[in-house]
């Protein structure tokens, strides 16, 4: 799914026909749904919806504009743009790769929990980020794969990388899987 980053829409503010030449949905699922739009916008995969009823992708996701691009439990990636996600120094701003990592880490351990039939839900215990260089322009890249898979327990890297595939930020994230 090739996206532009734009400005993220909120919750419903897009209409499902503004995205019908990117994305294909059952019309009925999408009518149904009240974060269709969000979702949509942000690349995750319908069969996923069901577990954005409540919260949608969440606030931080728009705010920083993360677009996902593939979405399975062996593999996570997204982008996010440098724009709008600075510190005073004009580059990337280290809590956004944080947070970007933290997003994607979570992400894959949800759907490990999917994946498996758990009826639990991940939450983040341990987040680390070794930030190797700045992140001065365009899209970063964040490639999630998990470390360790378990039943109580995930570990997941996360490597961030800039438009010319230098790595700017490795996280590590451990997530609880919780009742």
């Known amino acids: 799914m090739s996206k532009n980053h734009t400005t993220a829409p909120e919750a419903n503010e897009l209409s499902s026909s503004?995205?019908?030449?990117?994305?294909?949905?059952d019309s009925s699922t999408t009518a149904q749904h009240p974060f269709a739009d969000q979702l949509t916008y942000h690349g995750v995969p319908e069969e996923m919806w069901t577990r954005f009823s409540k919260f949608g992708v969440?606030?931080?996701?728009p705010k920083l504009d993360i677009i996902f691009k593939e979405m399975t439990a062996d593999r996570v990636v997204a982008t996010m743009p440098v724009e709008g996600n600075t510190q005073v120094a004009g580059i990337l701003h280290g809590g956004a790769?944080?947070?970007?990592?933290?997003?994607?880490?979570?992400?894959g351990a949800a759907l490990?929990?999917?994946?498996?039939?758990?009826?639990?839900?991940p939450v983040g215990v341990d987040l680390n980020s070794t930030h190797h260089r700045a992140g001065v322009s365009g899209l970063v890249t964040g490639v999630c794969t998990p470390i360790f898979l378990g039943?109580?327990?995930?570990?997941h890297e996360i490597v961030i990388t800039d438009e010319s595939g230098k790595r700017v930020c490795t996280s590590r994230i451990t997530n609880m899987?919780?009742?």
Do not use: Q
């Open 18 to 25: 503004e995205h019908a030449s990117e994305v294909s949905t």
């Open 58 to 61: 969440g606030t931080l996701v």
């Open 177 to 179: 899987l919780i009742d």
């Open 112 to 121: 490990h929990v999917m994946d498996r039939g758990m009826n639990k839900k």
């Open 151 to 155: 039943s109580r327990i995930t570990t």
């Open 97 to 107: 790769s944080a947070a970007l990592a933290e997003t994607l880490g979570s992400f």
